[in-house]
């Protein structure tokens, strides 16, 4: 469904092009500090604007509608809103009879019955993970010093990422990417094996997020070709430290005291400026479409952030499970 967590549940809605987006985070701890000024970074990192993204830009300003009181989380739940203000809804009118391919528009119109609001993707869209990436700000100042980072790997299958990024724009199409997400000062002991797994419980918030297609952990897939003398990581001290990580910082499930690694694909955005074949089904014909409006030619590039996000939301839950984290902030352990 729409919510998130056990301990540390997130529950996001709204529309691309409705009245708001937002979120409600419900077991945030009360005493955390917090102001609207601390999720500037992350919303700037995220934000559209720069070359091979979407010209569709909002001020993203996040209203601290309840769980916050004198720059203060109360321990009640936090609700944060975000208005949307830059929308252009008669670009995706046409996609009533053709939807798009690649895309949620079909499915989303069988499912719920042609009820769902299809502009702009609806509630399939890119828009939504700004809540993710609220409730990241959040969950980072939880769980410090546990830092997580992320960082793109490649565009279009190209190391030089402004090289891929001009290509695709000048053939007006659009790319995919990879990305890595790293996560120093894990505790050990995080995980609760066999559905539960620290690999289960990310994988399954990942390939939540829109666009992500796959999770790869440590070695990977790359594991495959390795020999188990190749690939064991040796422990190097008594703290569990080893001499490699091809394991990703994740042992039967559970945190080993390791950076944990993993990378996941993005997906080429679906909406492209190029002429597509595809089927009209009010009428059961082919016919062609040109998609107007506005979209990312590679959203891979707003992408890290969201990830890091996701990381930190799930780790929050974790710890909590463990007992790492006071009900009240600077209180001691529950």
């Known amino acids: 469904m729409n919510s998130f967590g056990k301990l540390f549940r997130v529950s996001i809605f709204g529309e691309s092009h409705g009245t708001n987006v937002g979120l409600v985070i419900d077991g945030c701890p009360a005493g955390l500090p917090l102001t609207v000024e601390e999720f500037a970074e992350d919303f700037n990192r995220r934000r559209s604007g720069a070359r091979g993204t979407t010209p569709r830009t909002e001020t993203d300003q996040p209203g601290l509608k309840s769980g916050v009181f004198h720059d203060h989380t109360t321990g009640a739940p936090v609700m944060i809103l975000f208005e949307n203000t830059n929308t252009r809804s008669r670009d995706y009118a ?12 079909f499915v989303a119109m069988k499912k719920f019955g042609g009820y769902e609001d299809y502009r702009g993707g609806g509630h399939f869209s890119g828009r939504l993970t700004l809540g993710l990436v609220a409730a990241g ?11 997580v980072s992320t960082r793109i790997m490649e565009a279009g299958g190209n190391k030089n990422i402004e090289e ?4 695709a724009v000048e053939q007006k199409d659009s790319i995919g990417g990879i990305i890595e997400c790293r996560v120093m000062n894990v505790p050990v002991g995080l995980g609760e094996p066999f559905f539960d797994s620290v690999e289960s419980v990310l994988s ?4 939540s997020i829109p666009a992500i297609k796959g999770i790869e952990f440590g070695s990977g897939f790359a594991a495959a070709t390795m020999k188990g003398s190749e690939h064991n990581d040796k ?3 008594v703290d569990g430290k080893t001499a490699t990580n091809y394991a990703g910082g994740i042992n039967g499930g559970i945190t080993n005291g390791n950076e944990i690694v993993f990378r996941v694909p993005v997906k080429p955005t679906s909406s492209i400026h190029l002429k597509q074949r595809t ?11 040109e998609i ?23 780790l929050t839950d974790f710890m909590m499970q463990a007992g790492l984290i006071p009900r009240i902030w600077g209180k001691g352990s529950n």
Do not use: F, W, Y
């Open 164 to 167: 891929a990024i001009t290509a």
């Open 235 to 237: 422990l190097v001290s």
């Open 279 to 289: 089927m009209n089904v009010n009428i059961g014909e082919m016919t062609d479409l």
């Open 137 to 147: 700000v959040i969950a980072k100042k939880i769980i410090a010093p546990v830092k």
């Open 292 to 314: 107007e409006g506005r979209h990312d030619t590679c959203i891979a590039l707003r992408i890290p952030v969201v990830i890091e996000a996701a990381t930190a939301i799930v």
């Open 204 to 207: 399954h918030m990942m390939l």
């Open 94 to 105: 046409q996609l009533r009879d053709i939807p798009r391919p690649g895309h949620a528009d």
